[in-house]
């Protein structure tokens, strides 16, 4: 088993995920910001996308920019088979830790 | 709604830019900027907008620092100690004013002028082979290191602080010279290995 991810790495990969084909950085920021429901410095989210696809967890390809953007590229990222794995990995990990605690959870 | 002037601080771009290695520079900014524009500056306004922006810039200061070489990173980190060092030193003497206090002061922002080049020579990822301001930066600062700790050493009342400080920045020095002499381009990933995942 891969090494267990952090819940911010887990909400990084998950936004990926959903997000699909749309999965760039701005989108990826929101997504997270929504998910974790605070604000997120947007640094945190690139150097996290940036060892996640050291990691070979994401991949990514560059697209061209609009013009909004002063015509600056985009890159886009989807998630890699091996993102997947280590996904499935933190959950299964996770619930086996829950299983049978009856701690109260307010 | 027309944009025109509605910018990012220009400043902040430039900053972003220094920060980030090659291949994310063009990236990131883009990203931050259509966020700025399409959504921060319709919820925030302009001043809000910029604060906001300027936050994100400086989220990517740790990005940076764990660039590069093992040595350019604790290079980095002393100057940003040393700096803090320096002007803290500098306000502190203008406010105590004991005698000599001018001199002291000059020597205080001599130290915290060094630091501040040798930050920006790293963010600019260039080197300085050759240069003479980097051999005599590093001879003051390896200087003033040592005189302080001999001075500091030699006196009864042996100060903490000093002694920290006066390490450092022979530290500092020997750095200087051991990592600014090389240009450093600060590029992570290719353009083209990111290109070939296409």
């Known amino acids: 088993m891969a090494d267990l991810l952090g819940t911010f790495e887990q909400s990084v ?10 999965a760039y950085g701005r989108s990826i920021l929101n997504r997270v910001q ?24 994401v991949s990514s390809r560059l697209e061209a920019g609009t013009a909004v953007r002063g015509g600056r590229a985009r890159r886009y990222y989807a998630l890699a088979a091996e993102g997947q794995r280590a996904l ?8 086996a830790m829950w299983k049978n605690v009856q701690l109260e959870v307010r | 709604m027309s944009t025109a002037g509605l910018t990012p601080p220009r400043w902040a771009e430039v ?20 966020e700025f524009v399409e959504g921060v500056l319709p919820q925030r306004g302009l001043v809000g907008a910029r604060l906001w922006y300027v936050r994100q810039v400086l989220s990517f200061v740790p990005w940076f620092a764990k660039e590069g070489s093992g040595m ?22 203008m406010v105590l004013r004991h005698p000599g206090f001018g001199e ?10 060094i630091c501040a080049a040798t930050i920006l020579a790293r963010m600019l990822h260039v080197g300085f082979r050759g240069e003479r301001w980097l051999w005599a930066g590093a001879a003051v600062l390896i200087a003033l290191g040592g005189q302080a700790f001999l001075h500091n050493a030699r006196s009864a009342h042996f100060e903490g602080f000093v002694f920290v400080i006066s390490l450092v920045l022979v530290l500092q020095g020997v750095l200087m010279l051991a990592t600014l002499g090389r240009a450093d ?6 353009l083209d290995a990111a290109n070939s995942l296409q």
């Open chain 2, 72 to 93: 350019s990173k604790i290079l980095l980190v002393v100057s940003m100690f040393t700096l803090a060092c320096g002007c803290w030193l500098a306000v502190m003497e």
């Open chain 2, 15 to 34: 900053l972003l830019e220094r920060l980030l290695p090659d291949d994310a520079r063009e990236t990131v900014a883009g990203d931050l900027r259509e």
């Open chain 2, 185 to 190: 381009s600060g590029s992570r990933r290719s």
């Open chain 2, 104 to 113: 002291r002061i000059g020597v205080a922002l001599a130290i915290a002028l």
């Open chain 1, 13 to 22: 990969l998950l936004s990926v995920f959903a997000l699909g084909t749309d």
């Open chain 1, 34 to 57: 929504a998910t974790l429901q605070r604000e997120v410095a947007a640094g945190a989210v690139y150097a996290t996308l940036e060892r996640l696809e050291a990691r070979g967890l």
């Open chain 1, 88 to 95: 499935g990995d933190t959950r299964r990990a996770l619930t």
